[in-house]
Each structure stands twice: as structure tokens, then as C-alpha cells.
């Protein structure tokens, strides 16, 4: 069974910055894609960034230059630095875990608001 505990959110000023962890377990995890995902209110959940088991790095386009992606394999978990965060970046963060057995485990998201 895959769990995954994402923590690090929180309320931050307008041009600060937060770093979200999320912790796995039940799964090799240096194997997996891992991933941070972000749902407004009323709105869908998007994509933020990936990490591929080998490092490779995507992120949406708006957010390219402010947040960074990175992943400790020893410590079975993913990061996201998010720096100069703006309103709009107010959010549930979610963090996906992509196996090689082709299945996705989410975890139960973290709050992060950015007030202006």
C-alpha cells in the first residue's frame, strides 16, 4: 500500500517562499515518477512539476524559474521550492506517485495561501 504525507504548506506573504516535502512509503520509491499538482477553488487540478526516476525534471510553463522540483531517493521523498509566490499560486498541493506498474497514489494535499 502506497502512502504518501505531504507536508510544508502554510500561509506566506506575497514574494516569499515555501518548500512542500512528501514523504513516501510502500513503494520503491527511486523506481517512480513522482510529481506536485495544484487545485484552486472551483477550479481542476494542474499540473505544478514532475521528477522522473532518473531526474528529468517538467513543469507547467507558468511556472517555470520559480519552482523547482527535486527528489531524495535515501529519503524516499519529493520536494518543491516555491519562491517569489504570488496570490494565484493559492492552492491545495497535491503529491502524485506514478509506479511502474502504471498506477497513480495520491496524498491528501497541503494548503498553501499566499496572501497579497
Known amino acids: 500500500q502506497v502512502q504518501l504525507v505531504e507536508s510544508g504548506g502554510g500561509l506566506v506573504q506575497a514574494g516569499g517562499s515555501l518548500r512542500l516535502s512528501c514523504a513516501a512509503s510502500g513503494t520503491i520509491f527511486s523506481l517512480n515518477t513522482m510529481g506536485w499538482y495544484r487545485q484552486a477553488p472551483g477550479k481542476q487540478r494542474d499540473l505544478v512539476a514532475t521528477i522522473t526516476s532518473r531526474g528529468s525534471t517538467n513543469y507547467a510553463d507558468s511556472l517555470k524559474g520559480r519552482f523547482t522540483i527535486s527528489r531524495d531517493n535515501a529519503k524516499n521523498t519529493v520536494y518543491l521550492q516555491m519562491n517569489s509566490l504570488k496570490p494565484e499560486d493559492t492552492a491545495v498541493y497535491y503529491c502524485?506517485?506514478?509506479?511502474?506498474?502504471?498506477?497513480?497514489?495520491w496524498g491528501q494535499g497541503t494548503q498553501v495561501t499566499v496572501a497579497s
Open positions: 502524485k506517485c506514478s509506479t511502474v506498474a502504471l498506477r497513480d497514489y
